[in-house]
């Protein structure tokens, strides 16, 4: 079946560092790729999106670009923020699917220190 | 606003005891979607619903019951049968724009097995 794999945390950066945290993928197709963020104690929201390959998401700063030959979708950004310390889901939207459903990796927690 | 509403925001339940979760929408979205959240498992997908008066088991339904009586409302019971009921719980609805898949989130529900 579908399936996510994402890096594991938790990611350590000081503030205007680099970011990238690894997302793979297996599924059949061409899948849509997302990627989610939890802030602490609430639920998810919608950072960016891709729906076909070579797309490039971005948003905030936030970037992912759908690379079919290596089965990834890869979230950079160029210079983190303390605020941009949250839980990160690399999810995707299969094409077997009956119905809308979205299967997502484990999360990568980021902690970014001043 | 719209969007989704869980309530309530932290729950506490004894051993034996049913409790039931809310999930309320003004999106005006068919699909409805529980999911539970573990440390270091990601989401798993508890139950669904497409329309009104009809919802699926997804991965993790033992334990868990729903309904879908309107259009707004998809209300997840965890059961004295859910053996390690403990977890985050999330609710989303999820619509199709532009062709992709996009999935709206509440802000969750805690709930503590006492």
């Known amino acids: 079946g579908d399936s996510v794999t994402q890096m594991e945390g938790p990611v350590t950066l000081s503030e205007e560092a680099f970011l990238t945290i690894n997302c793979t993928y297996t599924?059949?197709?061409?899948?849509?790729l997302f990627w989610y963020v939890q802030y602490p104690g609430e639920g998810l929201q919608l950072l960016l999106k891709a729906t076909k390959a070579d797309d490039k998401g971005s948003n905030k700063g936030f970037e992912a670009t759908y690379r079919k030959e290596t089965t990834s979708f890869h979230l950079e950004k160029g210079s983190v923020q303390v605020s941009d310390s949250a839980v990160y889901f690399c999810a995707l939207r299969g094409m077997n699917t009956g119905f809308q459903k979205l299967v997502f990796g484990t999360g990568t927690r980021l902690l970014v220190s001043p | 606003d719209g969007g989704i509403t869980q309530s309530p925001k932290y729950l506490f339940r004894k051993e034996g005891q049913n409790v039931t979760l809310s999930c309320e929408q003004n999106l005006n979205h068919d699909a409805m979607y529980w999911y539970r959240q573990d440390p270091g498992q990601g989401l798993r997908l508890i139950y669904y619903?497409?329309?009104?008066?009809?919802?699926q088991k997804g991965d993790i339904a033992e334990g868990y019951s729903v309904s879908r009586e309107k259009k707004e409302s998809f209300p997840l019971t965890v059961t004295s049968a859910q053996k390690n009921p403990t977890a985050f719980y999330l609710c989303a609805s999820i619509t199709v724009i532009s062709g992709y898949t996009e999935a709206f989130f509440g802000q969750g529900t805690r709930l503590t097995v006492v």
């Open positions: 599924a059949t197709g061409y899948p849509s």
């Open positions: 619903s497409q329309i009104v008066n009809d919802f």
